[in-house]
């Protein structure tokens, strides 16, 4: 049932707008940030015009900016923070690991006990390696489906994103000038200079469209080390991944001795065994990150025990070498571990319920005030979608530059009034939330699609 709500001022979580005053604390900030880093920026998400408020703390579901505004963090930092900011748990872990030395050129007992954790629940995880990064952890998948098969291509999603690896990056956002056909789409390269031979070893495949997909793979068989999926795409629209897809891909790729690698980076948080639990399809190799680090920098690759030996150095170099200085920090391992504990099946079930009635909720939102949109979503995650159209894939997700301006418009003004999601329309929820924090969430949004649908464009 979706949380009632009148549209008033936009003021349901009050204002917070002192960032963008001429002489704020975050403006002297960004001015100075301007001479250590190219465009005052290190991360290119955060980027935000005409400079984003900087953070001081965060506590709960709560974040503090410089200039002492609070807003309800509604992004977690991208999905990450699944238990919020500080939580005194995971902070007593981490400080205790800390005063013991933060990493060592020696396995720790952590480690073990995360990796425990991660082959106790995940369906695909006989064994476990950690990276520093959901992106490092793509790319070890790939370089571990490459010397499993012996073969040189991967094909994956058109849209999807799985960091920055030159080769998950391939079509992450072709557009309709140069993304070719629906049942073969182009290879399309993401970074200037992307080497051509890159994009000649990636296979474009369109996300939720079984025959073209299946017949794709078919035609490329004998040389796919890997199909990298993400079950519950966040640039795909964040539409879970049909069944009969998965199923398609389950089978086609075990046909052809391929390796199926779900990345679910961000999908692991909808359920205590994962999207591939919740779904009921297992892959070869699944890829982890974000929430499994309990707020610290962690990725990990996982698989089944037969493919995961690319990686096993007890018999000389393995044939797909995997170092990394910070590889498993003990500091990341005990956050995790304690992060993982407390996300037990009755955490997932009452955050899948938040879940859904959050989504219904702003759905409705949309429909009250008149304004084109729609949400989707999953768990924990829901996504906003300017349009009212109906969402299957990459394509009809993709956002015309005026419906793109309106979600960063809602968005904004969101942010003004005490709310931070993405740019993008993602957000998700904590486990310190509960149903007031929503209800706070449910009326400013109410309140700012009013704005929308009376005034548009700001002046
Ligand atoms: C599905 C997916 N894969 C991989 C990554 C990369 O993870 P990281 O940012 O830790 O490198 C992300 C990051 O958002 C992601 O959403």
């Excluded at 290190?42 to 709960?60: E, I, L, Q």
Aim: glycine share 10%.
């Amino acid at each position: 049932m979706a949380i009632a709500t009148r549209p008033k001022s936009p003021r349901a979580l009050g204002e917070t707008r002192l960032w963008l005053q001429p002489g704020s604390r975050s403006a002297a900030l960004w001015a100075r940030a301007q001479h250590v880093m190219p465009g005052g920026n290190t991360r290119t998400t955060v980027h935000m015009a005409p400079y984003p408020p900087y953070a001081a703390s965060g506590d709960g579901c709560w974040i503090t900016d410089v200039e002492g505004d609070r807003r309800l963090d509604c992004l977690n930092n991208y999905t990450a923070l699944i238990h919020g900011h500080a939580h005194p748990a995971i902070v007593e872990a981490a400080g205790q690991r800390l005063a013991r030395g933060t990493s060592f050129p020696l396995p720790t007992p952590e480690e073990i006990e995360l990796a425990a954790v991660l082959t106790g629940r995940l369906p695909s995880a006989e064994r476990v390696r950690f990276t520093n990064s959901g992106s490092e952890a793509v790319m070890m998948a790939i370089k571990g489906a490459r010397a499993h098969t012996r073969r040189p291509k991967i094909a994956k999603f058109e849209g999807a994103y799985h960091g920055s690896y030159d080769y998950a990056e391939v079509s992450l956002s072709s557009g309709p000038e140069s993304w070719g056909s629906l049942a073969a789409p182009a290879s399309t390269a993401y970074s200037r200079g992307t080497p051509p031979a890159v994009l000649d070893d990636v296979v474009v495949l369109p996300f939720n469209h079984p025959e073209h997909a299946v017949a794709r793979i078919q035609q490329e068989a004998g040389s796919l080390a890997a199909v990298l999926l993400d079950p519950v795409p966040n640039r795909v629209g964040l539409m879970p991944a049909r069944c009969d897809f998965l199923e398609a891909m389950r089978e086609v790729t075990r046909a052809h001795g391929i390796v199926l690698i779900f990345d679910e980076v961000i999908s692991f948080r909808v359920g205590y065994h994962g999207a591939q639990g919740a779904f009921g399809v297992v892959p070869d190799m699944t890829t982890l990150g974000k929430i499994i680090g309990g707020g610290f920098p962690v990725g990990a690759v996982c698989g089944r025990a037969e493919v995961m030996t690319v990686f096993d150095p007890g018999r000389g170099t393995p044939p797909a070498p995997h170092g990394g200085t910070f590889n498993a920090n003990p500091v990341t391992m005990a956050a995790g571990l304690v992060a993982m504990q407390m996300l037990t099946p009755e955490t997932f079930g009452r955050l899948d319920e938040l879940g859904a009635k959050l989504r219904a909720s702003l759905d409705a939102c949309f429909t009250q005030a008149g304004v084109s949109g729609r949400v989707t979503g999953m768990g924990s995650l829901f996504r906003l979608h300017p349009m009212d159209r109906e969402l299957v894939d990459y394509r009809s997700t993709r956002t015309t530059p005026e419906e793109a301006e309106r979600l960063v418009r809602i968005v904004r003004r969101l942010m003004e009034h005490g709310v931070l999601m993405s740019v993008t329309g993602l957000g998700c929820l904590s486990t310190p939330m509960a149903d007031a924090e929503l209800e706070g969430l449910v009326e400013t949004f109410a309140a700012v699609l009013e704005l929308e649908r009376r005034s548009g464009p700001s002046e």
